[in-house]
């Protein structure tokens, strides 16, 4: 989307103080936020200090409508910087319910058949859209060597569960079914996903164990696992972090029917009875955002189960922060993990 004035003005005005040397920006930032061992990254703790500054709402004291324009111009301020690809192309799959946009990244050193990761962005599966992740996708692409292919699945709402989990799964697919039609490899597909599309990377992992094409690898960025919100780092993180609790309940009502069970794997896929046979997996979290217990009890599990897992917390990082690197510098290293990650796995 395009930005106005007021918010290129913003951005430009945010990412000129970020750059300031650090000691000035810590010294605006204010007295060191602490959890633990670890304190929260100077940049972002400027950023959440100018956000009650300005006089900026929350994601849960929004209408739908404003919160997806509100996101849209938050990712494209601090997006990364895009790196030259070989092509981007924009496609349709086939779904349950009409056609689902994707958007598909090669990069400059993709050999055919290449390596992919089928991406799903974040947003609650009420807020994002193949524009909000595009710049880290990019960035993706080009450092791992693998075509990502992003897919723009339907939003709560409008379509509630489980609309996003079809279309999840049919996109999937499609592009394993496709794979050499697609220049891909259908023996070296990845998942991957922020948030939301942690979740739903999840999901299509465990529902996709009898396929006869399987997901080698999956990338579950601070994904939300269990949407009975019960684990601590809810409610002593969800407060003062840009992730509130009150907005992650906003996210849950607008995605679940009245009564619908929150313990569904498909819902919350921490509660799946059985994680074997799933894929490796490179689970990421970060040290101050609400749904880190989450994230680090779906790690338990699935080593529990068996799974080859690499598990990161950030610790000095927000939920958010795949879309931030192009403004907050400790937002960076994540993403070239992944990038490496992919890399390795996918070889």
Excluded at 98 to 120: C, E, H, K, Q, S
Excluded at 123 to 128: A, K, Q, T
Excluded at 133 to 152: L, N, Q
């Amino acid at each position: 989307m395009s930005l106005s004035f007021y918010q290129k003005a913003e951005a430009t005005l945010g990412r000129a103080v970020l750059r300031l040397p650090t000691r000035w920006v810590a010294r605006i930032a204010g007295a060191p936020v602490l959890r633990g061992a670890g304190a929260l990254d100077p940049q972002i703790q400027l950023a959440i200090r100018a956000h009650g500054v300005l006089g900026h709402k929350h994601t849960h004291e929004l209408p739908v409508a404003e919160a997806r324009a509100v996101m849209e111009a938050n990712t494209a301020m601090l997006a990364p910087t895009p790196p030259p690809l070989a092509e981007v192309v924009e496609a349709r799959f086939p779904g349950p319910h009409g056609d689902i946009p994707a958007r598909i990244y090669r990069p400059l050193d993709a050999r055919t058949p290449a390596p992919a990761v089928v991406f799903f962005h974040g947003g609650g599966m009420v807020l994002g859209s193949l524009a909000s992740h595009d710049a880290p996708c990019r960035v993706i692409a080009a450092e791992s060597g693998c075509v990502v292919v992003a897919v723009d699945y339907r939003l709560a709402p409008e379509h509630r569960f489980p609309a996003p989990v079809e279309d999840a799964l049919a996109a999937f697919r499609h592009v394993a079914r496709e794979a050499p039609r697609m220049g891909l490899d259908p023996a070296r597909l990845a998942l991957a996903g922020d948030s939301a599309g942690g979740t739903l990377s999840a999901v299509v992992a465990l529902e996709t164990r009898g396929d006869a094409v399987r997901p080698r690898f999956q990338v579950l960025i601070y994904p939300a696992v269990d949407l009975t919100s019960s684990f601590p780092s809810i409610q002593s993180l969800g407060e003062g972090f840009f992730l509130e609790a009150a907005s992650i309940a906003w996210f849950v009502d607008h995605y679940l029917d009245p009564g619908q069970d929150r313990r569904d794997p498909r819902v919350s896929p921490l509660f799946a009875p059985d994680h074997a046979g799933l894929p490796p997996a490179f689970v990421l979290t970060a040290g101050f955002d609400p749904l880190r217990d989450e994230g680090e009890a779906y790690v338990a599990a699935l080593r529990a189960a068996g799974v080859e897992v690499d598990h990161r917390c950030y610790e000095s990082l927000i939920h958010g922060f795949f879309n931030l690197s192009g403004g907050v510098v400790a937002a960076r290293a994540p993403l070239a993990d992944i990038a490496a990650a992919l890399r390795r796995a996918l070889a």
